[in-house]
């Protein structure tokens, strides 16, 4: 059995980004709003931004891990998918769907949120949600934390 080569990606909360270094992230090589093409498409500025590590720069990344340490603004992905195809993926997940029948908005790119989906979500649905992440790093309370796709729980 072949692995997929494996890439690294940051997931930023924008609306945090801009807060923290006075500037937005912008639609460029390597830097995808996940609004981008949605209904919420105007506020993708302060929406979750996937970023290839490899893309980046030195710049950005020094950026994204300060922010790391500062908020919680930024979680980190390993997945075979190319960016454009992982975007997609993870904007499956933007809406769900509330017991009373409305749709809101999943903040997972939140690292709070995240590890909490992991703690509720049934096995069917952690593997939908993680299925094609092959980890999931992001700092929670101070540690650092990781959802594998195996299991699917914060470790």
Same mark, same amino acid.
């Given at each position: 059995?072949?692995?997929?080569?494996?890439?690294?990606?940051?997931?930023?909360?924008?609306?945090?980004?801009?807060?923290?270094?006075?500037?937005?992230?912008?639609?460029?090589?390597?830097?995808?709003?996940?609004?981008?093409?949605?209904?919420?498409?105007?506020?993708?500025?302060?929406?979750? &931004?996937?970023?290839?590590?490899?893309?980046?720069?030195?710049?950005?990344?020094?950026?994204?891990?300060?922010?790391?340490?500062?908020?919680?603004?930024?979680? &980190?992905?390993?997945?075979?998918?190319?960016?454009?195809?992982?975007?997609?993926?993870?904007?499956?997940?933007?809406?769900?769907?509330?017991?009373?029948?409305?749709?809101?908005?999943?903040?997972? &790119?939140?690292?709070?949120?995240?590890?909490?989906?992991?703690?509720?979500?049934?096995?069917?649905?952690?593997?939908?949600?993680?299925?094609?992440?092959?980890?999931?790093?992001?700092?929670?309370?101070?540690?650092?934390? &990781?959802?594998?796709?195996?299991?699917?729980?914060?470790?």
């Amino acid at each position: 059995m072949t692995t997929p080569a494996l890439r690294l990606y940051a997931l930023v909360d924008g609306a945090q980004y801009r807060a923290q270094l006075g500037t937005s992230l912008t639609t460029r090589e390597g830097c995808h709003s996940l609004f981008t093409g949605t209904p919420d498409a105007a506020l993708a500025h302060a929406g979750p &931004w996937l970023v290839d590590a490899e893309q980046a720069g030195d710049a950005l990344l020094e950026a994204l891990a300060s922010l790391e340490q500062a908020l919680p603004a930024v979680t &980190w992905l390993i997945a075979p998918q190319n960016i454009a195809g992982l975007a997609q993926l993870l904007q499956l997940n933007l809406d769900t769907v509330l017991p009373d029948g409305r749709t809101a908005l999943l903040r997972f &790119w939140d690292p709070r949120v995240l590890v909490s989906l992991a703690e509720v979500l049934e096995p069917g649905q952690r593997e939908k949600f993680f299925g094609y992440i092959h980890e999931w790093h992001l700092l929670h309370r101070g540690q650092r934390t &990781w959802i594998g796709r195996r299991h699917a729980q914060a470790q």
